[in-house]
């Protein structure tokens, strides 16, 4: 194998890197995950709102691609698969951080058009919704506001946000759920 220049493999297109990758250039591999690094990290932080937790995903996309870089097959861009990578890595994180009442509702805010995901007007579209959901969030009465906020920010358990909260563990899970359909109403409208 060759020892080539950094600079050399940032001029390479997506699939020649691809293909050098999965010949094991690892240069080919960091040039391909540094290209897409800051999409990646941006999309996921419009999805959690949580930079530690947005950095977690982040290199556990980055682990599950290098690890299964042989499989890609080009069918679809380099990037797009990078990027559903990406939410299945987002959907798992929430699933192992008890986030599975709020995955459905906001799966449906962020759902991927693979055909057409990094258009402008797509990404427009993306940050419209991503704002109209923190619009939604931040007009919900008190207590659900701050029970949503608990749950989703902070990934506190129910328990938790009673305690914080000095609530009864069923007044902490009903503020979260009538906060989740005023949610849902809100973003339907």
Known sequence: MKTRGR??????DDKTLTQLAQRGENPAFDALLGRYRSSIQRYL??????????????????????????????????KSWLFV?????WKNYLRSHQYQTLIYQV?????????????????????????????????????QHTTLSLRINRQ?????????????????????YTGVKTVERMMAA
């Open 45 to 78: 932080l419009s999805l959690i709102n949580n930079p530690d937790a947005a950095e977690d995903i982040l290199q556990d996309t980055f682990i599950k691609v290098y690890t299964s870089i042989h499989q890609y097959r080009g069918e679809a861009s380099f």
């Open 85 to 89: 990578i990406a939410r299945n890595s």
């Open 7 to 12: 600079k050399y493999y940032t001029l390479l």
């Open 156 to 176: 506190l358990s129910f328990t938790r946000i009673a305690d914080a909260m000095q609530c009864s563990l069923s007044t902490a899970k009903a503020n979260h």
């Open 107 to 143: 799966e449906d805010v962020y759902e991927l058009d693979i055909a057409d995901e990094q258009s402008p007007e797509n990404m427009l579209m993306q940050q419209q919704q991503s704002k109209l959901l923190r619009t939604a969030i931040n007009a919900l009465p008190a207590r």
